[in-house]
């Protein structure tokens, strides 16, 4: 399973950004599917994660404000950012829970990262 993440860029405090995230190659299921974050010299923090049936929890620092939704027939994810902050810069990773094949365990895949730099 490979991850690839876009839709990063520099916006200005206050605008939007829409970050997607594509899988490839084999899959056999995907359980949950989310976003996390990392700011320089911090750790890498939980942004939003929705499940295989649509449960959905977002980061305090973010609600209200991102929205995080998939397409399960193409197995992709995306964030909705809206009333972006200077805070919330940083690189932005997807990552799914899931299996390659039937008989494999579920692990954890990551995609390589966007980086969402917001203005003052």
């Known amino acids: 399973v490979q991850l690839q993440a876009s839709g990063g860029g520099l916006v200005q405090a206050g605008g939007s950004l829409r970050l997607s995230c594509a899988t490839s190659g084999r899959i056999f299921s995907i359980n949950d599917m989310g976003w996390y974050r990392q700011a320089p010299g911090n750790q890498r923090e939980l942004v939003a994660v929705?499940?295989?049936?649509?449960?959905?929890n977002y980061a305090d620092a973010v609600k209200g404000r991102f929205t995080i939704s998939r397409d399960n027939a193409k197995n992709a994810v995306y964030l909705e950012m809206n009333s972006l902050k200077p805070e919330d810069t940083a690189v932005y990773y997807c990552?799914?829970?899931?299996?390659?094949?039937?008989?494999?365990?579920?692990?954890?895949?990551w995609g390589q990262g966007t980086l969402v730099t917001v203005s003052s």
């Open positions: 929705i499940s295989s049936g649509g449960s959905i």
């Open positions: 990552k799914v829970d899931g299996k390659a094949v039937r008989f494999a365990t579920n692990r954890d895949y």
